[in-house]
């Protein structure tokens, strides 16, 4: 067996386990090795309910107190039943197992580790894994690996096929030049990949992951440092020289361009006009006003007789995006289309012709913008929002469309600008940091569990003002049916608090983007009054009329994350607010939450994130913006990040030119 023989010539993965990791991209031995663990689970000995800390993950010995009881709940079946020890009680819940009838009976013994948390008066622990007492004394003290998943395939299965390919780690080709490993002290690859798989202890694991993290941040930079070549020289096909018709959509909103949006345009206007293309990262805090930003671009490159492309990372934001732009530029005879994954065959057929044929002006979508099929008649500018989420070779390939068309990426990502010059070395940065006049500061508090009822409370007396309210909860694993079940539950719960004319609805993973798209479009016409979700799906609607963001388990999320979710409220004339409620009362906690309590800046949020998060602490929830590295964390890992950029410029352009370099690791990538 070799690293690159497809994943079914390992031991015990047939055909339909094979077809089960292709869904997550796992094709090869390779693959496998390096479908690296998103988290490890440890476990520690069982402690009292008493004693057990609230919403903590924490083991406890107890007995089966009743019987099990199965209700169904719409297309759930919930499980529950109570365990007890010497000093308390436990409800346990489960989601569609229903086989636990018959493996809990009432006087026996098991460890169950899971999160407790209180609901009322009961102390609750939802999904918890259960073990005897024989098999738990085998894992107390190791650290496990947690895989990605999906469903139908089960951690216990992806780590028995990682065990058996392991022995295959040593044969995987080191492609960082020597010069590197040897000035940066890099252990070998194999021993890197072997040990973030099985670490045996806490620091074997920080080594190991380290080395990879730095092949991550070293091959995204060599990337960045070979379109830099390339963008620097390359000249300006689509030299943009009237701007009568965007001036004019400027004098005509209805609200002052802001400091930082008139110096943004300001320096897109001299990019398009200028001798080589334009290549500008628009960062801007949540609210700052990029999109209308980004419709001076495109009014101004499509006045000037080229096209433009628009593309956004999931099909709800794209959609808001069409809606927004055809609003806006619509009156200034501006064509525009919306192209998506769930667009129907014919209506497709339709705009890939018009598209061709230079019938339209504008086209936005998703990744279906980057398709073979999809054919421009002169694209002049690319933008895309929120760039983390596709990636440098997706907004290359959407670059590839035209001949060297203009580029724009939009971020409310705030990253610290000495981060922001590594990541985005390929562009030129413009940041928006001021608000609109017209926007007033969102009032946050971070609270306990304890708050909730009151948080209620508050909520229906915004309902009844006419308003509406965001809850957010967090995925408690990455099954998205357990992310579902999550969500629908909390929406059930809500039932018995709020009176019945509330009207309560969810969202989830599970969805097919026309039934998120209704819910989206039901909640932006003011038929839903409380929209529960997850963050798995893009949230981002602007919907001027929300001004409440509740957030459950703010302790799971990064700041930045936090931040983002925040600036959903807070668009209109009527005071927002966001409530953070913390299952934890440990102060390094709090201590991070009350950030976002003192402040509204997202780039003053991200520093000091920075600051306090330190570079070895990867256990952390992930930020929202590092989503090109499948381990590497730009806040956590600031440290590394630094030292492969540093890696990066000891890289002679003779010895090692970045091309060939990147070619050849693409090749095995």
């Given amino acids: 067996m070799k690293p690159e023989d497809r994943i079914d010539s390992i031991k015990g993965v047939g055909p339909k386990t094979a077809a089960l990791f292709e869904k997550l991209k796992v094709n090869t031995v390779e693959d496998l090795l390096k479908l690296y663990p998103r988290n490890y689970l440890s476990y520690s000995e069982p402690v009292d309910i008493e004693a057990a800390e609230i919403g903590q993950r924490v083991a406890i010995k107890a007995q089966i107190q009743s019987y099990v009881d199965i209700k169904r709940v719409r297309s759930l079946k919930l499980v529950t039943c109570t365990v007890k020890d010497m000093t308390g009680s436990v409800k346990l819940t489960w989601f569609n197992s229903p086989f636990l009838k018959q493996m809990f009976h009432i006087g026996q013994t098991f460890v169950f580790v899971g999160n407790l948390s209180r609901r009322n008066s009961q102390l609750t622990m939802e999904h918890p894994e259960y073990y005897t007492i024989e098999q738990y004394e085998k894992l107390i003290a190791s650290l496990q690996p947690v895989y990605p998943l999906t469903e139908g395939l089960s951690n216990k299965m992806v780590t028995k096929a990682v065990k058996n390919a392991l022995p295959l780690a040593d044969c995987l080709e080191d492609l960082v030049p020597e010069v590197v490993r040897e000035k940066f002290s890099l252990i070998p690859l194999g021993n890197a990949v072997a040990g973030v798989h099985f670490p045996e202890n806490m620091e074997q694991l920080m080594e190991c992951r380290n080395r990879l993290v730095f092949d991550e941040f070293f091959w995204f930079l060599v990337h960045m440092r070979q379109m830099q070549e390339h963008t620097i020289k390359a000249e300006n096909h689509f030299r943009i020289k009237d701007f009568t018709v965007a001036d004019a959509f400027i004098q005509s909103l209805p609200f002052s361009l802001t400091k930082g949006q008139q110096e943004a345009v300001d320096s897109i206007k001299k990019d398009l006009s200028g001798n080589t293309v334009m290549n500008r990262l628009i960062q801007g805090d949540v609210g700052s006003g990029k999109t209308a930003v980004a419709e001076i671009a495109l009014l101004s490159v499509v006045k000037n007789g080229y096209q433009a492309a628009f593309m956004a990372p999931t099909e709800v934001l794209a959609m808001q995006h069409f809606l927004g732009v055809k609003k806006d530029l619509e009156p200034f005879g501006v064509r525009v289309e919306l192209l998506c994954g769930s667009t129907k065959a014919a209506e497709k057929r339709r705009i890939y012709e018009a598209l061709a044929a230079g019938g339209i002006d504008i086209l936005v979508g998703t990744h279906a913008l980057i398709q073979d099929k999809v054919v421009y008649h002169n694209l002049a500018l690319v933008i895309t929002d929120e760039q983390h989420r ?280």
């Avoid at 990502?413 to 926007?439: E, N, Q």
């Avoid at 009822?453 to 006419?466: D, R, S, V």
């Avoid at 509204?600 to 994130?609: P, S, V």
């Fill in 390 to 669: 596709f990636g440098v070779r997706q907004r290359e390939k959407l670059s590839e469309k035209g001949e060297e068309p203009h580029v724009l990426v939009m971020s409310a990502t705030p990253i610290p600008r000495t981060l922001a010059i590594i990541m985005y070395g390929d562009l030129d940065i413009s940041v928006m940091k001021d608000m609109p006049a017209s926007r007033k500061p969102i009032k946050n508090c971070v609270v306990g569990p304890k708050y909730r009822p009151t948080a209620y409370k508050f909520m229906l007396n915004q309902i009844q003002e006419g308003h509406q309210i965001y809850i957010i909860c967090p995925m408690v694993e990455a099954s998205e049916n357990v992310e579902a079940e999550n969500v629908i539950e909390y929406q059930e719960s809500l039932l018995d608090y709020f009176p019945k004319e509330v009207k309560i609805s969810y969202l989830h993973g599970k969805m097919t983007p026309d039934e998120k798209n209704q819910i989206m479009q039901n909640f932006a016409e003011q038929k839903i009054d409380i929209l529960v979700s997850t963050t798995v799906i893009e949230v981002g609607i602007n919907n001027p009329n929300a001004t409440v963001m509740m957030i459950e388990n703010a302790e799971k999320f990064g700041l930045a994350q936090l931040h983002q979710l925040r600036g959903r409220v807070g668009r209109g004339d009527a005071q927002s607010y966001c409530i953070m409620l913390c299952a934890t009362d440990k102060q390094e906690a709090l201590d991070r939450l009350n950030i976002l309590n003192q402040s509204n800046d997202g780039f003053f949020i991200a520093n000091e994130d920075l600051k306090m998060r330190g570079p070895g602490d990867f256990f952390g929830v992930r930020q929202s913006g590092d989503m090109l590295f499948q381990l590497g964390d730009i806040y956590a890992n600031a440290d590394i990040l630094k030292k492969a950029n540093d890696a990066v410029s000891l890289l002679t352009k003779e010895q090692y030119p970045f091309d060939t370099l990147y070619e050849r690791k693409s090749l095995v990538l």
